[in-house]
């Protein structure tokens, strides 16, 4: 008897884990090998940016060892394993001088934090937080230290800056927009999550950026281009993430921003998928839960013989910042229309309103944050 090709998955993500999780649903036969670079401890991402709040350190936070994870959904899961190539003809994956064969191929490798070149002799004690293992790293650091700086006012850096002040730490958050998560928030809600931040003790130095970072003692002194000068224990980086696309173009697989894929997850190469982090799916790039989970399930179907396209709902972000609850669904980038907003104090709605008097999208702060529900009901989906 032939042994059978497997099904070959990189990553140990929400992605990865959420696919084969699908897949085992549908079908237990076909072997599934999971390759990853880092020790497959499975775990939630978005909970790295609530630690101190529920009081969990890094073993808090995971879930499973891979050896568990592999007896629970029945693949075979190798960390520490890195891919460095893929051969699309051969349909082969490569880690180092080693070899994979695949029946089919699905790259769950996730998105690369973007590092800013820093004038100065601190880098080693710039922290991005990506992963479970980063989170490890940042703990142990932290461990003597009272004073973060955190870089970039996006969702992530603002998370930290709720759960670091929840934690006792003293918080500067330094970012060159004039508002907070401005791709996500309208200026009102923004306004309010800042305010809230601010009564929780967060120092934000807005509309500048770090431009040295010099070791001092056990800390850092921060230069801002605005000439301030801040002292901090460690500093986190939380400036934005990039898909990891490098190997897939190396490999002939088409890519823009992500690697892009239809809506069945199909890339430009025969047999090979991706999901999550890395994937533009239908010409979007979207670093969240949701969307990953609907093309996990999609996803599974596909790779169990019936070919399945995914379908985006309405997909609200809720960012943890409990000081302030909020809750936002983006209008599409080229939706016309203009924001109308309702404002008492830190509860702010602001309704994304078509020229026909649609509702397009939404953000809401404070008490409003417990209407996401039934707003989310009247956001169109994303695929209708
Ligand atoms: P990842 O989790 O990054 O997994 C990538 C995997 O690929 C890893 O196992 C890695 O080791 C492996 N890999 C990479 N390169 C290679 C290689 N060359 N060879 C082998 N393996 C490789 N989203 C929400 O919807 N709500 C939230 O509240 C939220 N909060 C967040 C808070 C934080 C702090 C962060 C960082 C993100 C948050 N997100 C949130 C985003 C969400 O967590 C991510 O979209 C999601 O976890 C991405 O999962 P993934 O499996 O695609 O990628």
């Known amino acids: 008897m032939t042994e059978q090709t497997p099904i070959v998955i990189v990553g140990t993500g929400l992605s990865g884990y959420s696919l084969v999780r699908e897949f085992r649903k549908l079908d237990k036969e076909t072997p599934v090998i999971m390759v990853t670079a880092d020790d497959g401890v499975s775990y939630s991402k978005p909970m790295l940016s609530t630690g101190f709040t529920k009081d969990k350190d890094a073993d808090g936070l995971a879930q499973a060892n891979p050896e568990a994870m592999a007896e629970q959904l029945g693949v075979e899961i190798r960390p520490w394993s890195t891919v460095t190539g893929i051969d699309t003809d051969a349909h082969e994956l490569k880690l180092g001088d080693q070899r994979i064969r695949y029946a089919k191929l699905v790259l769950a490798w996730g998105a690369d934090v973007i590092r800013l070149s820093l004038d100065g002799n601190a880098q080693d004690r710039v922290h991005s937080i990506n992963d479970l293992m980063d989170y490890r790293a940042f703990r142990k650091a932290l461990a003597e230290g009272k004073r973060v700086a955190i870089m970039g006012a996006g969702l992530i850096g603002c998370e930290f800056a709720n759960d670091l002040r929840n934690g006792g730490y003293e918080v500067d958050v330094i970012a060159p927009d004039s508002s907070l998560m401005p791709s996500l928030l309208p200026e009102a809600a923004a306004g309010a999550v800042q305010a809230e931040l601010e009564r929780l003790g967060v120092r934000f130095h807005l509309g500048t950026v770090v431009e040295r970072v010099e070791k001092q003692g056990s800390g850092v002194e921060l230069t801002l281009g605005n000439g301030e000068q801040l002292q901090a224990d460690l500093v986190v980086s939380a400036v934005g993430l990039r898909p990891r696309t490098e190997l897939a173009r190396e490999a002939g697989i088409r890519s823009g921003r992500g690697i892009q894929v239809n809506r069945a997850l199909e890339t430009s190469a025969p047999d090979v998928f991706a999901l999550g982090d890395c994937a533009e ?10 969307p990953l989970m609907a093309c996990a399930r999609a ?20 960012v943890k910042t409990p000081c302030c609850p909020t809750a936002v669904c983006p209008p599409p980038m080229d939706a016309e229309g203009e924001w109308q907003v309702e404002q008492d104090g830190a509860d702010v709605k602001a309704l994304f309103r078509s020229p026909d008097g649609d509702t397009l999208g939404f953000a809401v702060t404070g008490r409003f944050a417990l209407e996401k529900q039934t707003l989310a009901k009247e956001v169109p989906p994303i695929h209708r």
Request: positive net charge.
């Open 281 to 290: 799916v239908d010409g979007r790039v979207l670093l969240y839960v949701l």
């Open 299 to 318: 996803l599974a179907k596909t790779l169990a013989g019936t070919r399945t396209e995914v379908s985006y709902g309405t997909m609200p972000v809720m």
